[in-house]
């Protein structure tokens, strides 16, 4: 089994702790997304997007990271990580869809605005379709004062609302057992903690559920899909912007 990935990225983060709460060891193919590492065309064979994750597996190439998590546990399904009921797991889905169907927009357009436009991503940018650049340049330009973060910001938190309401009366987001809508949602919490954005659970009572479920995702053997790969200078210079953007991501939030 290979694995095409970045040590940062939100979508190879879901499937490394996936990979890795079921103890799998890939080949591991770390790319570098700011120097275009993604957009080559040995690369874009693999996955024509230009983007990370790819898998291939027994000779097979695999893509879309949500794609990737449920392949992973047909395949292995030693150690499952859906829930057997077919109402459970249409729940799960539910979450699984969800960075598919707009919170990775999200949480670019708020990366973008808050940390990774301090970093050379002039490579990069050079192969993004003009759509994606028209975004992403918003953001890199006027960072948090681009029109698009607050609405995207508040999306973003939106999601966050909604976990906070599941989590209130179960441990996981499906209910009693962790899995692949926990797996979904993990990145995207460590990625406003990278940023040091968590104060926005900790201080909310209707998200504050949060705090104790992603401390519970710590402990299990998937966060090291994370942790084994946290680039502790990137995380360094996120956490400074972070914590830098703090009042103005405060003031955008307190507003509709
Ligand atoms: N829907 C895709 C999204 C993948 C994606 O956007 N990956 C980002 C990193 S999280 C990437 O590779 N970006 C490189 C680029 O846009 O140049 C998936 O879930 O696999």
Redesign the pocket.
């Known amino acids: 089994m290979e694995l095409y990935h970045?040590d940062m990225?939100?979508?190879?983060q879901k499937v490394r702790v996936t990979i890795a709460e079921k103890n799998l060891s890939p080949i591991e193919h770390h790319l570098n997304?700011g120097a275009g590492d993604?957009?080559t065309p040995a690369y874009l064979q693999l996955n024509p997007k230009?983007?990370?994750?790819t898998l291939i597996d027994k000779g097979r190439v695999i893509?879309?990271?949500?794609v990737i998590c449920e392949y992973l546990d047909d395949a292995y399904p030693e150690i499952p990580l859906r829930p057997s009921d077919p109402f459970e797991r249409a729940q799960m889905r539910k979450w699984t869809l969800v960075?598919?169907a707009g919170l990775?927009l999200w949480c670019s357009t708020v990366s973008f605005a808050i940390a990774w436009r301090h970093q050379d991503r002039s490579e990069?940018m050079k192969?993004?379709t003009p759509q994606?650049r028209a975004e992403r340049l918003e953001a890199i330009n006027s960072g948090l004062d681009a029109p698009l973060v607050k609405p995207h910001l508040h999306n973003y938190v939106g999601v966050l609302k909604k976990m906070g309401e599941a989590l209130r009366s179960n441990t996981w987001l499906t209910g009693g057992s962790y899995g692949l809508a926990d797996i979904a949602m993990l990145p995207y919490v460590c990625r406003l903690d990278d940023m040091a954005q968590n104060w926005i659970w900790e201080e909310s009572d209707d998200m504050r559920p949060i705090t104790d479920w992603l401390e519970r995702c710590r402990s299990r053997p998937g966060y090291a899909g994370i942790a084994r790969h946290y680039n502790t200078a990137v995380v360094a210079n996120m956490k400074q912007h972070g914590e830098q953007a703090i009042d103005k991501v405060r003031e955008l939030l307190s507003t509709d």
């Open positions: 970045n990225s939100v979508c190879a997304l993604s957009h230009g983007v990370v994750p893509v879309e990271s949500t960075p598919d990775h990069q192969k993004w994606v």
